[in-house]
T-cell receptor, first 116, second 115 residues
């Protein structure tokens, strides 16, 4: 069975600084997808970034980038130039290749607070 | 603005009431999902509909009854709920339920409180 672990329940960062959220996972699969979702107080879950396990290059989306270490089964999220609007719960998620999207496995989340 | 619309945003109901949650999307997605989310916890999958057919039911109690009248609409009928059912109910949709090329789009959720 796959598991996703986020070891930081809460984090804070000053506006304009950089913060890294940790995520590790456990799987015997070789092909899979990893995601970071953001859930602000408005409640909507928003996809931040996605990584295919067969791609060695780390995914980036503007100020958001990941450090994907397949051998270590680590998938951390780096937020650069943090903004107040980045304040949210961040969930790391795993899905095996060819599986149903209903089998997204979420971590417990990290609450990020960006302080002015 | 979210492309997945959920109504109502808030619902308070007694344990004997019958109510329905509604979810609508017009992105042409053929997979739709219901999740339950308790405070400070990740979403928990309840149901998956693929091409308007129920494909996954995660052993959800029968007091929750999903319905997919057409490809754009997803309902969750509620009856005889318990206080522990109070939670945020999220709807999501994706192009299809297989593969991750088109990720899930979530609505803003319905905050449900059972008295």
């Amino acid at each position: 069975a796959q598991t996703v672990t986020q070891s930081q329940p809460e984090m804070s960062v000053q506006e304009a600084e950089t913060v890294t959220l940790s995520c590790t996972y456990d799987t015997s699969e070789n092909n899979y997808y990893l995601f970071w979702y953001k859930q602000p107080p408005s409640r909507q879950m928003i996809l931040v970034i996605r990584q295919e396990a067969y791609k060695q290059q780390n995914a980036t989306e503007n100020r958001f980038s990941v450090n994907f270490q397949k051998a270590a089964k680590s998938f951390s999220l780096k937020i650069s130039d943090s903004q107040l609007g980045d304040t949210a719960m961040y969930f790391c998620a795993f899905m095996k290749h060819g599986g149903s999207q209903g089998n997204l496995i979420f971590g417990k989340g990290t609450k990020l607070s960006v302080k002015p | 603005d979210t492309e997945v619309t959920q109504t109502p945003k808030h619902l308070v109901m007694g344990m004997t009431n019958k109510k329905s949650l509604k979810c609508e999307q017009h992105m042409g997605h053929r997979a739709m999902y219901w999740y339950k989310q308790k405070a400070k916890k990740p979403p928990e999958l309840m149901f998956v509909y693929s091409y308007e057919k129920l494909s996954i039911n995660e052993s959800v109690p029968s007091r929750f009854s999903p319905e997919c009248p057409n490809s754009s609409l997803l309902n969750l009928h509620l009856h005889a709920l318990q206080p522990e059912d109070s939670a945020l109910y999220l709807c999501a949709s994706s192009l299809e339920d297989r593969g991750a090329n088109q990720p899930q789009h979530f609505g803003d959720g319905t905050r449900l409180s059972i008295l």
